[in-house]
């Protein structure tokens, strides 16, 4: 090697071995070739000790898996990527950034790939805090009626699948946190079908109300729909259902001390 | 240039459990999951987490957001080099008595999500695989 | 006794919290704990366990527990996993929670 030779492979060792990003080399294997000085800091180990080293010697399983098959995909479009991996660890978090692309031979021939990253916590910090929450409120299909205070009416009408009956146990949970509602009466006399997992689910949100200190009524049970819940071997020992609204709306007054009398 | 994000967190104390499950949570809405499945999930991979410290020592929580043609969801893996289940079924039953919270954790955590897998292997560590689609 | 988590409980804070609140029973030989959850947004197995214990040995020492201010989605993923809180009052909030105390024949809080 000439003098000038020399100079060069200083002067890129110098380059490499101070700039504060994270420089790899890996063979087509996703092998360690080579690592820089940052990089060896961010893995706690000597620069000499990452030649050698795979990805499953240096992360977590999952992480490893997901890095070779990194390598593996840029290998083969021969296209260069943008990744973003994020640590936690000990209180603290880093979000960072990394281009990967192939490396390729002078005939050609891809030979393996080559990386570089940087840690973009501060930048992520702050696109975050401008990003816009849209704080509007889905307006759910569930109109619910408040019949008098502390008792809320919600009559469902329609066909009771699973999608609608999550929708239902969001409504009835955020309206009890929200009125501070007694009893809820839930009205299903206009329901079309019901399935296993939506009454499961309908149940599971009795339950839920429960817990939250209130009560669910289930009124309108008609007898086609309570013979199909049977079949499915619903269990129903638990709930408190009225045959019509109005038993319904009546069992929620004589639970508040309430009673509805004829002004004379 | 595509961008493919993960996240990783490690447990390593008790206090890194609540970081994961509010990561969890935060990337979780980030997907565009709603509060009730925010909380599921939380809670899964706190349950997990959990696990992980108590019978392992420590371990890592990975979370990737899965956004394919059909559908949107989020994937998360728990991994530890503990000592590992030696009866999954027996666990998930409910049946050790000495490590109740551990089957626990597992029961609840598969009710609460989509997709629930498990490899474990004694004197090697467990892997539990969780996902849920938007 | 009204007992308000507002930090994030994690384990050991969780075990250390119950532990402190079972002393406080006995010192001011409390009839009655309110125990406001509304802060907490996640509630997993092992704090379900120090609930369930709270309870057991606040009722031991004779005093009534009331759980208040459970989250709809804590609610909802603790009957999911198979949670019933059984033998546990619940209310949906202070006033409710005093409330139940009262009924529960305690006179004094």
Not at chain 1, 82 to 99: D, N
Not at chain 1, 178 to 199: E, F, H, L, P, Q
Request: aromatic share 4%.
């Amino acid at each position: 090697m000439t003098k000038e030779d020399v100079q060069k492979l200083a002067m890129y060792e110098t380059l490499l071995e101070n700039l504060p990003q994270e420089i790899f080399l890996k063979d087509k294997n996703s092998v360690y070739i080579y690592g820089n000085g940052s990089y060896a800091r961010k893995l706690k180990i000597r620069p000499d000790e990452i030649a050698g080293k795979t990805d499953y010697d240096l992360y977590s399983k999952e992480l490893a898996e997901k890095h070779i098959a990194d390598d593996r995909r840029i290998m083969k479009s021969g296209k260069p990527e943008e990744l973003e991996e994020t640590y936690l660890k000990g209180g603290q978090e880093i979000t960072v950034h990394k281009v990967k692309g192939p490396v390729k031979d002078e005939e050609g021939n891809i030979i393996g790939t080559a990386g570089i990253s940087w840690d973009v916590t501060e930048h992520k910090r702050s696109e975050k805090a401008l990003l816009e929450r849209d704080e509007a409120i889905k307006k759910l299909s569930t109109p619910l009626v408040e019949a008098w205070e502390g008792v809320v009416l919600l009559p469902v009408v329609g066909i009771l699948d699973s999608a609608r009956a999550k929708q239902i146990t969001e409504s009835v949970l955020q309206c009890i946190a929200r009125t501070k509602a007694d009893v809820i009466v839930i009205d299903i006399s206009g329901i079309a079908a019901i399935d296993t997992k939506s009454a499961s689910h309908i149940l599971r949100t009795v339950q839920a109300v429960k817990l939250m200190g209130s009560e669910a009524v289930i009124t309108g049970i008609r007898p086609d729909v309570a013979v199909t819940l049977v079949t499915l071997g619903i269990d129903l020992s638990g709930v408190v259902s009225r045959s019509t609204l109005r038993e319904g709306l009546e069992y929620a007054y004589a639970k508040l001390g309430l009673k509805l009398t004829k002004i004379q | 240039m595509m961008s493919v994000s993960m996240t990783t967190v490690e447990i390593t104390s008790e206090a890194d459990i609540v970081v994961a499950r509010v990561k969890a949570k935060a990337i979780a809405e980030a997907i565009g999951f709603n509060y009730m499945d925010q909380t599921r999930i939380a809670t899964a991979v706190s349950e997990l987490a959990r696990n992980a410290f108590q019978y392992a020592g420590k371990g890592t929580v990975t979370i990737t957001p899965v956004d394919s043609q059909e559908k949107r969801g989020i994937k998360i893996v728990v991994e530890d080099h503990g000592p590992g289940i030696k009866d999954i079924e027996l666990a998930l039953k409910g049946g050790y008595s000495t490590s109740r919270g551990l089957g626990m954790g597992l029961l609840g955590s598969k009710k609460l999500m989509d997709e629930f897998d498990i490899k474990t292997k004694v004197g090697e560590g467990t892997t539990v695989t969780i996902r849920k689609w938007v | 006794m009204i007992t308000s988590p507002q930090v994030a409980l994690h384990d050991k804070l969780a075990v250390q919290y119950k532990d402190d609140i079972l002393e406080r029973i006995i010192e001011t030989k409390a009839k009655g704990l309110v125990l406001d959850v509304s802060a907490i947004d996640v509630v997993d197995s092992f704090l379900v366990r120090q609930i369930g214990e709270i309870a057991t040995a606040a009722n031991i020492m004779g005093a009534q527990v009331v759980v208040v201010g459970l989250r709809p989605e804590v609610a909802m993923t603790l009957v999911e996993m198979g949670f019933t809180l059984k033998g546990i009052h619940t209310a949906r909030d202070l006033e409710k929670g005093i409330e139940i105390l009262h009924k529960a024949g305690k006179p004094q809080l």
